[in-house]
């Protein structure tokens, strides 16, 4: 996946070509709106290839050197592309860090990581003024509009430099964190690629051999930049000359209006903005025209059947899902058809084949759930942790690696996802995963969002517990937990329903999907001598 050989147009065939990222098309189509904020702000390919340039001569000015790592903790915001483009073309490491932090959590990361450089912004300002003094590897700060004390102001400091080009271009690549759900963010770190500028990576050729990306691809991007697959996704767009259109926050009804508004012809979405989505009323839904949307993808959490469902039945049969995670140790993909056809799987393995393990590594049978391994796919390990990345290996094949999560395959070979191994409940000596329980309420119209985990319970040791956001917060008490736990016990077995329901205005939601767990349960734990999980 990470050589040369890519899709070219629309046909079948395969060839070859020449190497591109925005700096080629800032020499040919200067002019192209290389991407453009929901907010309006537009930037091109000279402007992009422009600023990344200054910012890589000021990096290397600042002795950062291939294999050295900056780290970049920013919303959504007309600089992010810049900075990361500007990483990715001197053969560094860049970290982006979510913006959404505590302090404690960011300082791990910049520290874990060895940034020698952070960027961030304005509107990160607070996080920025407590990190200051807590980065002691950090020798260059900088802040993007505006500034505060102890970091350089991003415009004043890059404009010193000239926007031609380093003498010696090599390719970068990230160094991404796991959204600590479950624990400690855990670092992924691949081998640096250092390639020529240009090479093609493993999700351009993705992009354009299975989504059909082209230089004339209109992507909306409405997660953020921090996260691995919109960052990737639209760099790749960005290598192929597309267009991407980056909202700042995501809401369902922009969302809508931007696909319009900028004929978007790809997306990449996670489920639970399906899920806001398919809550607008039918007014709402029919006031867009949609139908530039040629190519819609969707991974990072589970979806329920039902919510897929509607929306193939809203948007056609577009709709496309991949399992894999920011370790890309394999990748399975499902288009419509073939979901339909095995409704609730994520696919089959296009590259590293799918291994269904018991907990002593024995393989296990088709039809039968256990921790699912890729084998044969990309290698990498958990930086500065290697017990963590030991973890995550078979006992028996070194080159089967898991990323946590249970499931099983059909004959066909078809992988479907049970839940994640953390999360699994232990009630009374029954294995519960809760992702079941989760997928049932979250199709009640009432409900706009659900966590399901294991609380304490001096009998059973764990009991089912759910805490829901309603759509009303209104509606939230006895009455709506009665009827939410009789539409539960209507799709599941009694030992798989919640034994009870609280409810909250708002989950702890990661804007990738993923949901914060762990804040949930330390609720329900922290007085708890005996704790799980």
């Not at 269904?356 to 084998?375: K, N, R, T, W």
């Not at 963590?388 to 028996?396: I, N, Y």
Request: proline share 6%; charged share 20%; hydrophobic share 40%.
């Amino acid at each position: 996946m990470a050589g040369w050989w890519v899709h070219s147009g629309t046909s079948a065939r395969v060839t070859r070509v020449r190497r591109v990222h925005p700096g080629s098309h800032a020499a040919t189509s200067p002019d192209k709106v290389a991407y453009v904020m929901g907010s309006g702000e537009t930037v091109t390919y000279a402007q992009l290839d422009a600023g990344s340039n200054r910012l890589a001569r000021l990096l290397h000015d600042r002795g950062l050197r291939p294999g050295d790592t900056v780290a970049v903790c920013m919303e959504n915001n007309a600089r992010y592309l810049e900075v990361v483009w500007a990483a990715q073309r001197s053969g560094l490491y860049y970290t982006c860090v979510s913006s959404r932090l505590t302090t404690g959590e960011a300082e791990y990361i910049v520290n874990d990581c060895g940034a020698l450089a952070f960027i961030t912004s304005w509107e990160r300002r607070e996080l920025a003024g407590q990190l200051r003094d807590r980065m002691p590897q950090v020798h260059t700060r900088l802040m993007c509009f505006g500034s505060i004390e102890g970091y350089e102001s991003y415009g004043e400091a890059v404009s010193r430099f000239p926007a031609e080009p380093l003498a010696e271009e090599v390719e970068g690549t990230d160094l991404l964190y796991s959204s600590g759900t479950t624990g400690r963010p855990k670092g992924v770190k691949p081998p640096l690629p250092l390639a020529p500028i240009g090479t093609p990576s493993g999700v351009t050729v993705l992009c354009q051999m299975l989504y059909g990306f082209t230089a004339e691809t209109v992507y909306l991007t409405p997660a953020p930049l921090y996260h691995a697959a919109p960052l990737r996704f639209t760099m790749a767009a960005q290598r192929l000359g597309a267009t991407s259109v980056i909202m700042e926050h995501f809401d369902p009804l922009e969302f809508l209006r931007l696909i319009e508004v900028h004929r978007v012809t790809h997306t990449q979405v996670v489920p639970t903005m399906f899920v806001r989505l398919l809550k607008l009323s039918q007014s709402e839904r029919d006031r867009f025209d949609l139908s530039s949307l040629q190519t819609v993808i969707h991974a990072a959490a589970p979806c329920p059947i039902p919510i897929k469902e509607q929306m193939i039945e809203w948007w056609g049969p577009i709709i496309h899902e991949y399992y894999a995670g920011t370790e890309a140790n394999g990748l399975c993909v499902c288009d419509s058809q073939a979901w339909l056809a095995h409704k609730g799987t994520v696919g089959r393995p296009l590259f590293g084949a799918v291994h269904i393990c018991d907990d002593s590594g024995g393989e296990l049978p088709p039809g039968q759930a256990g921790l699912v391994y890729f084998a044969g796919g990309q290698s990498f390990e958990y930086h500065n942790d290697p017990g963590k990345t030991q973890a995550s290996r078979h006992p028996d094949h070194d080159d089967w690696s898991t990323l946590g999560d249970i499931g099983y395959v059909d004959e066909e070979g078809f992988l479907y996802l049970t839940d994640r191994k953390a999360n699994m409940i232990i009630s009374g000596g029954v294995n519960v995963y809760p992702q079941e329980a989760e997928n049932v309420l979250a199709t009640h119209p009432m409900v706009m969002d659900v966590a399901v985990f294991g609380v304490p319970n001096e009998d059973l040791g764990e009991e089912v517990k759910a805490v829901v956001q309603p759509v009303d917060m209104a509606a939230a008490g006895p009455s709506l937990e009665r009827e939410l736990l009789a539409f539960a016990r209507q799709h599941l077995a009694g030992f798989k329903v919640p034994r009870s329901i609280d409810f909250e205005a708002e989950l702890p939601r990661h804007p990738t999907g993923k949901l914060y767990k762990r804040l949930l349960k330390d609720r329900y734990w922290q007085d708890h001598r005996h704790r799980i999980g």
